[in-house]
Structures are given as C-alpha cells and as structure tokens.
C-alpha cells in the first residue's frame, strides 16, 4: 500500500464490544456493572419475542429492576422520545438498554441524554451540542445494518422540521455493545435488505468521504473525513458483504452470512462514526419524509447515483472497491473504478433495492425539493469528496428518478 501522506487515524469506541452467537447472554453481568434499575426501549415485535423473555429474566436473575419500553416506532419520531422520558424521568434509572434495530438504539441514546441533562431534545441537534457524558448505555441490535451499537450518532424525525435531526457526539457512544447474530436469523428478507442496504453506503461513504487534515480533531468535529483507521474497517466490512449479503438475503437460515452481515455492519458502524456519511444520507433525509420508505432503502437507491457523481474525485477507492468484490483486474484506473461502482449497484439490485426514486413513489416535481432540502444537512454535505449545491444535488436525483447509471468518465 502507497501512503501519500502522513498516516493519521481516529478511533472511538465502546468500552466494551461482544460478538458472537449466544453472547446476550451476558447482558445481565454487564448492566449489573451500572447499578440496579435497567430502562430496556424496544418495539413491540420483538418485546413479544421469546428472545426478548429471555433477556429480561437474566437482567432480573442479576439483580436489576427492569422498566420496559415497547413502543418504540419506525424512524423513531420525537413525539416517541418526550413519551419515554416523561415515563421514565423519576424512575431512578442507572442504564439505558437499546434492543432493536436502529430506531431502539437511537431511542436508548436520546432518552439516556434526557435523563442526565434533560429536555428539550432538539437543543442538542448537531454536533458536539451535548455537553458531558450521559447514563450508561448498552446496544444490543437485532439487524446487520445501523451499526448504531458503536456510533456517536443519534438520528431522529422531528415532526417540527422537514427533514431528520441528528445528534452526533462521543457522549452518546454506547457503554457496552452485544452483537449476537443469532438475534437476526428471525429477520424477513425485506428487512435483511433495507438494514444491509445501510450498511453497505455506510461503509461506501466512509470510504470514499472527505480526507481532512488532522487538524479537523482539534477543531472539535465528530466526523472528521476518510482516515487510516476508518478506511480499514470499511475494507473488512465491503469484502464481507460482498459475499455474505445476498446469502443472508436468499438464504436466511445461513449463520454464517447473518454473522458476517452483522460483523460487517459493525465495521460500518466503526468507519462512518469518526468518518461520516454523505450526499446519500443528506438527500435520504427528505426522501424518506415524503415517501416514507425505510431509510436503508433510501439510501440503497440514491448511492448508485452519488458514486457516480462522486467517481471523479475516488477513482482509487472505488477501483479498489472492485478488488474487494472480487472483480478481476482489467483496463485502467478509471475502468476498474466504474467495475467497483457496478459491482455495488450489482449487489443493492440482486437484494431487491428499487433502482429509481420514481419506484419509491417520488414525483417529478419533487426532485428540487428534494435537493434543496439535502443542502441543509451540512455536516453530511460537508463531508462529500466532491463539493455539493444545489444544482449538484438536482443532478443526482434527476438521475435518480431515472434511472441514468452512465459511465461517469
């Protein structure tokens, strides 16, 4: 490997990561370490689960009082925050526990803030906003996707704007993160593609963001670009998925693939925390308000098109990209870069991603709101390796909605 420039890396992490199967059985030791009185938020489908009976009984079995909360909805509304919290807020509560996918561990981080530094939660929208550290908080997912369980970040859909908040600071990193894979084998394929489609931009983004200089740490940002450390978590986690999604997603019985695909949406969650999303996530924000589709899906059919936009700027990662996929080497630079972009829209497609906002019910005439709303997310179109505007952003979904996948050289 050719370094062109002083190596420098980032990492941030939990105090403690477990991964394996059968390892939620050690959540009740775990969350004893924090003291005595447990808030579990999760959804109603797997608070019905044997699974989650399980969990509960070994919290209890260590000593904890358990307060459940299972109401937590789908792209996780503000409205769903105030009401666990004002259930919760004289309850005494010593850890928040997050058993779910991403809207339970995003619900975990935000009622776990409120609890130590009170509401309202918008005042902590952006980065570095929150201000110590927060209750102890311990992940456990049940999808490969969000890779939330080692994020800083915390995203939400506030009813008050027209697009999703988020709130991204180490505080909000998670104490402890379980990683049991055998809690996905009950996963649908819908939900399988939507939760790997994530983890697949992440890992894409991460890769091919920004590069800042080390100075972007000292300048007290959360996401400080593409980086050693970053880029090799997004190496290891694209060579897994490569192989092991579509197994996990035409074959869910497959262990292996359901512990790759979490093992992968780990490492995604490892890279996109120090170095960021994108122009896909920025313009997912207010797709997803007006289609109301999940947000992996979102981001599935919008990151074919910002690779391409995007290409210029990553003709070496996306190439490499390729390497990692497994295509064999052929042409130039430029030609295994745009091998490395199909491999990725190769894989998206054969999970069942829509290849067109049209298919995702957007109209036409929304296209420019569309873009115009992405601007706003400025730490995510901050980190994009090409500058973005509005008429950038336009360019995107135009080619989005239809279809347009051209060689971008």
Not at 52 to 77: C, I, K, M, R, Y
Not at 140 to 155: L, M
Not at 172 to 180: E, K, R
Request: net charge negative; with cysteine; hydrophobic share 45%.
């Amino acid at each position: 490997m050719t370094i062109t420039a002083p190596a420098f890396g980032v990492q941030r992490a939990p105090r403690t990561v477990v991964f394996g199967a059968g390892q939620r059985a050690l959540l009740g030791r775990h969350a004893a370490e924090y003291g005595s009185s447990a808030l579990v938020c999760t959804d109603q489908r797997l608070a019905a689960s044997p699974e989650f009976a399980q969990l509960l009984t070994d919290l209890e079995d260590n000593g904890l009082e358990v307060h459940v909360w299972s109401d937590t909805s789908p792209e996780l509304p503000t409205s769903d925050i105030d009401a666990c919290f004002d259930a919760m807020e004289y309850a005494g509560i010593d850890v928040v526990i997050g058993i779910g996918g991403g809207s339970c561990m995003d619900l975990a981080k935000a009622v776990a803030l409120m609890l130590t530094h009170g509401g309202p939660i918008d005042q902590y929208y952006g980065e570095n906003a929150v201000p110590s550290p927060v209750l102890p908080i311990i992940a456990v997912p049940t999808t490969g996707g969000t890779g939330s369980e080692v994020t800083p970040v915390c995203v939400l859909s506030d009813s008050r704007r027209e697009l999703k908040a988020g709130i991204s600071s180490p505080y909000l990193i998670p104490s402890v993160a379980i990683c049991d894979p055998e809690l996905t084998y009950s996963c649908p394929p819908s939900l399988t593609a939507s939760a790997g489609a994530d983890a697949v931009s992440h890992l894409v983004e991460s890769f091919t963001a920004i590069q800042r200089p080390p100075s972007a740490l000292a300048e007290g940002r959360v996401f400080i670009g593409k980086n050693v450390i970053s880029d090799s978590y997004a190496r290891w986690g694209l060579g897994l998925l490569a192989t092991a999604l579509p197994i996990a997603f035409e074959h869910p019985d497959d262990q292996e693939a359901r512990s790759a695909v979490m093992l992968a949406a780990n490492a995604g969650g490892y890279a996109l925390g120090v170095a960021g999303t994108a122009a896909a996530h920025a313009l997912q924000y207010p797709l997803g308000a007006l289609t109301h589709t999940p947000h992996g899906v979102g981001v599935g059919v919008l990151l074919p098109y910002v690779m391409r936009y995007n290409a210029p700027a990553r003709v070496e990662e996306f190439a490499e990209i390729a390497r990692l996929f497994g295509v064999p080497k052929a042409g130039n630079t430029q030609q295994q870069a745009l091998a490395g972009i199909e491999a990725v829209d190769a894989l998206l497609d054969r999970i069942g991603i829509p290849p067109t906002l049209k298919e995702l019910g957007l109209a036409e005439d929304q296209l420019e709101y569309v873009a115009e709303l992405g601007l706003r997310s400025a730490r995510l179109i901050d980190n994009n390796p090409r500058p973005l505007d509005v008429d950038a952003l336009l360019e995107i979904t135009r080619a989005a909605y239809a279809g347009d996948r051209t060689d971008p050289f």
